[in-house]
């Protein structure tokens, strides 16, 4: 890569995307059982042909032709041709797409294996948490940083026989860190399952070259103070933190969401931490219920351009007010709103006197007209076009976890039907990726062209792992809003 390559900085959700960690399906996708699925956190057993080559196939070509358009444009016909497209997205495979602008993790992680001591040091470090045999131990330092690197991620080798259990949510990249300004924040899974990728990470994060000039900015949060003798069901004292509940929404402001996954302890201990590092001047705790139907904040609200938000319409002022409810059932439910959500604002200068907001559309109203100094009207976008049951339905299949490769052009589902309508109620245009991806090949438009266009992925199976394409991207690199 080249030295001025490697800049990192992230100060908005939708500034121009330019770089971004990703890791394409692996095989370990394919070996997920319905017995221990949930284990895994998966919702279901997902089939990984389909994923690969006719879902995150397209997110890898759109990737390449917002990111770095000279890995693909007028090479398409090669790469689908038939000896190259079950190759494309095999990171072991010379026809992979590897580029530096689209980053995938089982890249770095080879490359950081070719180093002796830190190959040492990770294959003693997951042989230790899967409790490996001294056996299995040596035969995977024999291995090539390539082949370990798969192994490692995979769970399986060369010959099909599985080692340890794959961590199939490693797709998930938002997760394992997220770029602040400058500072890179590691997180601390709440879940076992996802202990190997943390691991993984911190080792690439901490020892590749891409990372080099960054590594005094990586933080760590540490667990509480003896916090091994805290009772299993202490749950909101222990410390874990997923990408999914940290959004930097502008260079000076920062969301933080507390979830299933992510604990108010481990809220605290960022805060202080950014705090004194000067790193941000203010940062919003974003409560929402404990259930595995929003997992993580951007489950329920991303950002879409500086005055438009998508989100679900339960954590809505109306929602909230109950402004069709009768006497009694606003009696009955007056404090359903403790039970939705709870917003609370810190400010450095002013620690001692918290900002309350009652909704999130509050919340959001107030980033983008003071934060972003938004003169047009702040739009909200609801996903199912806030139509029960479609609304539920919808978030469910991620209606509302979008990735933004620029203001106002923003990645989705197809399946999400009524959330599309409700966008194009707000003056955007659909296109599906495949039309996309043709018309960049034919020339007819180009990234610099689009504005205000939801770009709808297939997703048959991708939407089955839980997670949409907001989840399955780490941002490294975006331009400034």
């Known amino acids: 890569m080249a030295k001025n390559s490697n800049r ?6 939708i500034g121009r995307l330019r770089r971004l960690l990703v890791h394409s399906p692996d095989s370990g996708l394919g070996k997920v059982v319905p017995s221990k699925a949930q284990d895994w956190l998966f919702e279901d057993i997902v089939h990984l042909d389909t994923i690969r080559r006719k879902e995150y196939d397209f997110y890898t070509k759109l990737l390449l032709y917002f990111l770095d358009p000279e890995k693909i444009k007028g090479r398409l016909a090669k790469i689908d041709s038939s000896t190259s497209k079950r190759n494309f997205y095999k990171p072991n495979h010379k ?77 998930f990249t938002r997760d394992i860190g997220i770029v602040i300004n400058d500072h890179i924040l590691l997180n601390k899974p709440a879940k076992k399952a996802r202990t190997r990728e943390a691991l993984l990470a911190k080792y690439i994060f901490f020892n590749h070259p891409l990372f080099s000039v960054y590594r005094k900015n990586v933080i760590e949060i540490a667990d509480t103070s003896h916090h091994f003798l805290l009772p299993r069901d202490a749950d909101d004292k222990k410390v874990t933190l997923e990408g999914g509940d940290v959004m930097v929404v502008s260079k000076d402001h920062l969301l933080i969401g507390v979830s299933e996954r992510t604990t108010m302890e481990a809220a605290h201990k960022v805060i202080t931490t950014l705090f004194e590092k000067d790193i941000m001047q203010k940062i919003t705790i974003v409560k929402i219920p404990k259930k595995r139907d929003y997992m993580h904040i951007d489950t329920i609200f991303t950002q879409v351009k500086k005055n438009v938000w998508v989100m679900l319409g339960s954590f809505s002022k109306k929602a909230i007010k109950m402004e069709d409810a009768d006497p009694v059932q606003r009696a009955l439910e007056g404090n359903k709103k403790e039970e939705n959500i709870k917003i609370i604002q810190f400010k450095k200068n002013n620690l001692n006197k ?20 938004c003169k047009d009207k702040v739009k909200l976008i609801y996903s199912g076009n806030n139509e029960f049951p479609f609304d539920t339905r919808e978030q469910w299949t991620d209606s509302c976890n979008l990735l933004a490769l620029k203001e106002g052009v923003v990645l989705g589902y197809d399946r999400n039907d009524k959330t599309v309508e409700a966008f194009k109620n707000n003056g955007f245009a659909i296109i599906n990726a495949t039309d996309l991806i043709d018309q960049f090949e034919k020339g007819e438009t180009e990234p610099d062209n689009m504005n205000d266009t939801l770009i709808l992925m ?24």
């Not at 990192?8 to 959700?13: K, R, W, Y």
């Not at 045999?133 to 080798?157: C, D, H, M, R, Y």
């Not at 918290?354 to 100094?373: G, H, R, V």
């Not at 048959?460 to 941002?475: I, N, Q, T, V, W």
């Open 354 to 373: 918290p900002e309350y907001f009652d909704n999130l559309e509050d919340l959001l109203i107030d980033i983008s007209t003071n934060d972003l100094k």
């Open 95 to 171: 026809d992979f797409f590897r580029s530096d602008k689209v980053v995938e993790l089982q890249w770095l992680l080879a490359d950081i294996l070719t180093d002796r001591e830190i190959k040492l040091k990770l294959v003693a470090s997951v042989c230790a948490i899967e409790t490996c045999s001294n056996e299995t131990q040596n035969f995977l330092f024999k291995l090539s940083p390539q082949k370990l690197a798969q192994v490692f991620i995979s769970g399986t080798t060369d010959d099909d026989e599985m080692i340890f259990p794959p961590i199939p949510n490693f797709i």
């Open 8 to 13: 990192i900085f992230v100060n908005s959700e």
């Open 458 to 481: 297939p997703s048959a199976e991708l939407s089955r792992a839980r997670g949409g394409f907001h989840c399955m991207s780490m941002p490294l690199l975006r331009d400034e809003v």
